[in-house]
């Protein structure tokens, strides 16, 4: 069994998986972290491969719950799993933004805007032959909002997080909470529709993240899928890829003996 970790400034989100697909995931915020001792008890995977954008304090935290298991950073790379990293110094992209382009090459051949929604906004592009175009970076739903009450003297802080938004906002709100939660999630859709026109006729959207069932019913101009834990499937992806090169390495030759 590997565990597969996707450490955001958020939340984590982790998985066991083999090679028959997942067994178990889940999601938890760091104040939890202690619950996925839980999963690691029921599962006892072998190793396990971490992508992470936090700091030293969380990632050290994380790396003592899992104890003994091997555990394997990721980084990004210039190719992987049918990808070609766009970036001129392919180790600088977002190792998340990178598994969740490997997700979503593996869900979808076709050329594909891959959105993911966490503390900040990414908006990524892929062509028909998994070469990545490049991408945007804008402020989360809570930064948004936060920003707005911060750098204001009379707009209130929302209290809605991500997790809470409302199921249904009207078209143009009457009160200052609602406009504020409708100019958040407007300002992020309309990004993403800007984004997908510049992408051929065929192509496709993958949204993953917080509000991503909040959003999608706003993208009504584009064939859009909300994918959830979409990074954390890269991981997979890459976890197994790695696991199948070592067991298809020749073992070791012994070293010759100097006895008789």
Not at 4 to 23: E, M, V
Not at 125 to 150: C, S, V
Request: with cysteine.
């Amino acid at each position: 069994m590997i565990l597969c970790l996707d450490a955001g400034n958020s939340c984590l989100k982790w998985g066991i998986t083999d090679a028959s697909g997942w067994q178990a995931r889940g999601q938890l915020v760091w104040a939890q972290l202690s619950s996925l001792r839980r999963a690691l008890a029921l599962w006892h995977p072998t190793r396990g491969y971490l992508a992470s954008v936090v700091g030293a304090t969380r990632e050290g935290a994380l790396t003592r719950m899992v104890g003994n298991i091997p555990l394997t950073r990721l980084t990004s790379g210039s190719a992987a799993l049918e990808v070609t990293n766009g970036y001129g110094e392919p180790e600088t992209l977002g190792i998340d933004r990178w598994c969740a382009l490997i997700g979503a090459r593996h869900l979808e051949k076709r050329p594909c805007l891959v959105v993911m929604l966490g503390t900040a906004t990414t908006v990524d592009a892929l062509d028909g032959e998994g070469n990545f175009l490049g991408g945007m970076i804008l402020p989360g739903f809570a930064m948004m909002r936060d920003a707005l009450a911060k750098g204001t003297a009379n707009l209130p802080m929302v209290e809605a997080t991500q997790e809470t938004l409302p199921d249904e906002m009207p078209r143009f709100p009457t009160d200052t909470e609602s406009a504020i939660i409708n100019g958040c999630l407007e300002a992020k859709a309309g990004v993403i529709e800007r984004a997908f026109k510049r992408l051929p006729d065929a192509a496709c959207c993958f949204v993953s993240g917080g509000s991503a069932s909040h959003l999608v019913p706003r993208l009504t101009h584009l064939p859009v899928e909300a994918v959830p834990q979409l990074a954390l499937e890269g991981v997979r992806l890459l976890a197994l890829a790695d696991q199948a090169k070592q067991d298809a390495e020749p073992e070791p030759e012994p070293e010759p003996s100097d006895e008789p």
